[in-house]
């Protein structure tokens, strides 16, 4: 993986547990995943003017990812009802590069070194083993694991058709800033049905508006763009590295407990972003 491709998508990363800290510290999560959702459309919308309209051909791709994006931000939002950020995320992140990687091979005819198998590893190894660990007040939430694996599973199937998609078009904003401007829609529709109230509490948040949207728009983005330059799993891995800008956040901005299992879960999850840095 070359060192700019390598260098976007920690940014991303850095960026990507910044929203979802936003997201899990207000007082309503709901509210505050409609802000951030809102803050990507809008983010997707002023680029529209200048970024180039992807073919038709991709559209099938771009109209499957908004559905998937919405079934992980609806899935996501009741996890982190449920459990910590320091529970929810490292489950939500660490099943999709292994699901990733398994579809890749085996479907869309990928190859990887030994490197890049061992670094994929552990990644997966180290971001699956913190999750692990138990809440603050002791007691490991089962529901809040539940759903947070179904929301990794979205984001698998997310990141594998946005990868596709991005590639067909030819254009990474061009995809992404269509889907984002979707996305906000139907959220705000499937909200207004079943959260009567939710996105009126929504764009009272300014600050998850602008900071968390705009955050989660770029961070995006910018993966998308990685999709198209490196193979989409490795991409997928590296990204779920955002778990160790999540531990931190969680811990010294959040008061969550910090262990010696997740001191060396981290350290799992950095060896393996140096060996995909390390291989071709």
């Not at 002023?46 to 998937?68: N, Q, R």
């Not at 995320?89 to 890749?104: D, E, H, T």
């Not at 083993?129 to 138990?134: D, F, G, H, Q």
Request: include cysteine; hydrophobic fraction near 60%.
């Amino acid at each position: 993986m070359s060192g700019t491709v390598f260098a976007v998508v920690i940014l991303a990363a850095l960026l990507h547990a910044v929203w979802n800290a936003l997201v899990k510290g207000g007082a309503d999560k709901g509210a505050a995943m409609g802000a951030v959702v809102l803050g990507q459309g809008l983010s997707g919308g002023l680029l529209l003017p200048v970024t180039t309209m992807p073919d038709l051909a991709c559209w099938p791709w771009l109209l499957a990812g908004v559905a998937l994006h919405l079934g992980y931000q609806l899935f996501l939002m009741q996890a982190y009802r449920f459990g910590d950020l320091t529970q929810v995320y490292p489950i939500a992140r660490g099943v999709s590069p292994l699901i990733v990687g398994l579809v890749s091979v085996a479907f869309l005819g990928a190859s990887f070194t030994l490197i890049e198998l061992q670094g994929l590893a552990l990644i997966c190894v180290g971001i699956a083993s913190i999750s692990l660990v138990r809440r603050g007040d002791g007691a490991f939430q089962g529901k809040a694991a539940g759903l947070a694996v179904v929301t990794g599973m979205f984001i698998a199937a997310y990141s594998l058709v946005d990868g596709q998609g991005a590639r067909i078009a030819g254009t990474s904003l061009g995809f992404y800033g269509p889907l984002a401007v979707l996305n906000a829609v139907g959220f705000a529709a499937i909200a207004g049905v079943a959260r009567p109230g939710l996105m009126r509490r929504a764009i009272a948040l300014p600050g998850p508006i602008i900071l968390g949207g705009g955050a989660s728009f770029a961070a995006y983005a910018l993966v998308v763009w990685a999709f198209t330059q490196a193979p989409i799993a490795l991409v997928t891995a590296l990204r779920e590295t955002s778990i160790i800008f999540a531990l931190l956040i969680g811990v010294i901005a959040m008061g969550e407990r910090l262990s010696l299992g997740k001191v060396l879960s981290t350290a799992m999850t950095l060896a393996g972003a140096m060996l995909l840095r390390l291989s071709r």
